[in-house]
């Protein structure tokens, strides 16, 4: 099994630009997250997903937009990228909450917005 | 709202010294979960330890440990004799289990603690 992966790892934007990050699961898990982890800040909750086809606002939402189509994908949408938004971003996913598992990291994704 | 502190930003070490990272957080939820994360400066984040509200015993696993004290609000983390590949940045993190079961194991992260571990 891989995991968790993402696409691509390694992103620089130009003010302005758009592009979408991809996460991908293999464990049919239901649960999936984004993240952005920004220095001194830890990890920051952008959205996530209880199953396919539902999305929610996470701690840091603006500017950036999601969608689950399939259950194995997250995708993280930056429609019109910001230098704020230079970080590094991280998918989850889990089982279920209610069996209280642990969340599994994809490798992230480093963005810089110039 | 919950929230997670880990106010030691950075920690320095020589190796086989032990070194314990603190956590404290809060939380208005009976039952919630704490969590430790690894990450190595390869980047990725590798789980820990998971420890429910309800259980309070202290944890050992080889040269890790783990306290938590509901009457401090701490989950502090304890590495014996430490070594350069303990070198790393340390999370914290927390998640709460409403009655409604609403917080969809959302978590809460701590600022990190980096740790370097000098031979």
């Known amino acids: 099994n891989a995991g968790v992966t993402q696409t691509p790892k390694f992103r620089v934007l130009k003010t302005g630009q758009s592009m979408t990050l991809l996460c991908a699961q293999d464990m049919n898990h239901e649960y999936m997250y984004w993240y952005r982890q920004d220095p001194g800040m830890g990890l920051r909750l952008i959205h996530y997903?209880?199953?396919?086809?539902?999305?929610a606002k996470g701690e840091v939402p603006d500017g950036y937009n999601v969608s689950r189509l399939k259950k194995q994908n997250f995708l993280l949408g930056l429609e019109s990228a910001a230098p704020s938004q230079t970080s590094v971003y991280f998918c989850a996913s889990s089982e279920s909450p209610l069996t209280w598992g642990e969340q599994f990291f994809g490798p992230g994704t480093r963005l810089t917005v110039l | 709202a919950q929230k997670v502190t880990q106010a030691q930003t950075e920690i320095s070490v020589v190796e086989k010294e032990d070194v314990t990272l603190d956590c404290v957080y809060e939380t208005r939820d009976t039952t919630y979960y704490l969590f430790w994360y690894k990450q190595p400066p390869s980047g990725e984040l590798v789980f820990l330890i998971r420890r429910n509200s309800f259980d309070e015993q202290n944890e050992i696993s080889g040269r890790y440990s783990w306290n938590f004290q509901k009457s401090t609000s701490s989950f502090n983390f304890t590495i014996t004799a430490s070594q350069v590949v303990d070198s790393a940045v340390y999370f914290c993190a927390l998640s709460e289990a409403n009655a409604g079961g609403t917080s969809y194991g959302k978590l809460t992260f701590g600022q990190g603690t980096i740790l370097t571990v000098h031979p």
């Open positions: 997903s209880v199953g396919e086809g539902t999305t």
